[in-house]
């Protein structure tokens, strides 16, 4: 048997993000750091020594065509995510990796999804959670039918919309087996986090009506639940599934727990980057060796997440039910900061 490809990266946005990504394609003998990229040099001269990269630049977009890579990953904050589709896409990558969120709006996100599928590169986001025990022990408790049948699947994060509601939509969508979302309806409130870098209401919450009659409840930011069990906002979600016979749930820093036809469950588990970001990068070598071999965090299913999310925005804006799919409409951010009240 002929030894398998190894795939060239080139990584951009060196901050927290960008040297988790760098540090687990340097860990695996499958990938080959060839760039880096960053336009503060600082950042970007300490991770060019830590994962010793000699090809560095502060232009993305030119040091893809220069190294042409097989894999283009970026990590720069949300404002910041056509443009650097298009340059791996012009680069001619296989594959693109990047963070959540896919997009800012819909239009942005059906743009970076045509260019995508007309060139025919495979794209991966970073909703990595979902490697963590924790969350998959709950995934397999839904999975084997121990609550019964699931009618209800729910997310709730006091960390704010753009960083934390497509993590929350995505894992509630894998619990529900990735039934179509219909409708949503959908309120928002606040515009103090409108100019954030992860720009989002103060608070946005959802309810969705998947096709297999499952209903969903998502709700991000200031006034959605605490999770008084766990410190620090962005590990304070909660996402589960209550069927007919318990429910299951995971705490993205505080383990799992469940009522079950077997009793009382619980067990550990945090978000752990070290532990999550091994298996999330190995599976997108396992995805260019093989077409069947679909990364679970691809980008058509990253984008459903989004759509959801921003059908919410739609929702809140428009007062009424949001049928999906999503065509190209009034940027969400902008229609937010016109009609919600000062
Ligand atoms: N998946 C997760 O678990 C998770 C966790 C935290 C953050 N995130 C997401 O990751 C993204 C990045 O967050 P972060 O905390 O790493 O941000 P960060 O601010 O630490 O890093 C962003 C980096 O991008 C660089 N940059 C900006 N413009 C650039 C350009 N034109 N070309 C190259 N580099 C550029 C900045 O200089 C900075 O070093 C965000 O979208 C955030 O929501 C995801």
């Keep these: 048997m002929s030894a398998p490809n190894n795939y060239t990266v080139v990584v951009a ?10 540090d687990a394609f340097h860990k695996n003998r499958r990938f080959e750091l060839v760039g880096l990229c960053d336009i503060d040099r600082e950042r970007l001269e300490a991770a060019a ?22 894999i283009f990953c970026f990590c720069t904050l949300p404002g910041l995510r056509l443009p650097l589709i298009r340059a791996g896409v012009e680069a001619g990558v296989k594959l693109i990796a990047y963070e959540k969120p896919t997009a800012l709006s819909t239009n942005e996100a ?38 019964g049948r699931v009618h209800t699947v729910y997310g709730t994060a006091t960390g704010w919309m753009m960083h934390m509601m497509t993590h ?35 608070y946005v919450g959802g309810l969705i009506q998947f096709s297999n009659g499952v209903r969903g409840i998502v709700e991000s930011g200031d006034g959605a639940p605490d999770v008084p069990e766990v410190e620090y906002w962005w590990r304070k979600c909660r996402m589960g599934a209550q069927g007919t016979e318990g429910f299951a ?94």
């Design 168 to 202: 929350l939509i995505d894992y509630t969508r894998w619990f529900n087996d990735y039934a179509e979302a219909e409708w949503v309806v959908g309120q928002a409130h606040g515009k103090s986090k409108l100019t954030d870098n992860h720009p989002s209401p103060d």
């Design 249 to 342: 749930e995971v705490l993205t820093g505080g383990g799992w727990r469940a009522v079950t036809r077997d009793g009382l469950l619980s067990g550990p588990g945090g978000m752990d980057y070290e532990h999550d970001m091994g298996p999330y990068v190995q599976e997108m070598a396992d995805w260019l060796d093989d077409d069947s071999k679909i990364h679970p965090c691809h980008g058509e299913s990253a984008f459903k997440d989004l759509e959801i999310m921003m059908a919410i925005c739609r929702s809140a804006v428009q007062r009424g039910k949001i049928k999906l799919p999503l065509g190209p409409g009034e940027p969400e951010l902008e229609a937010l900061a016109k009609a919600l009240p000062d």
């Design 110 to 147: 059906l743009e970076i999804m045509s260019l995508v599928r007309k060139a025919g590169v495979k794209t991966v986001v970073s909703h990595q959670h979902r490697y963590g025990e924790h969350y998959r022990k709950v995934k397999e408790i839904i999975a084997r039918g121990a609550i």
């Design 13 to 22: 946005g060196m901050g927290k993000r960008g040297n988790h990504h760098a």
């Design 49 to 70: 020594t830590k994962f010793g990269v000699s090809e560095t630049g502060a232009d993305a977009a030119q040091l893809v065509k220069k190294t042409r890579p097989d």
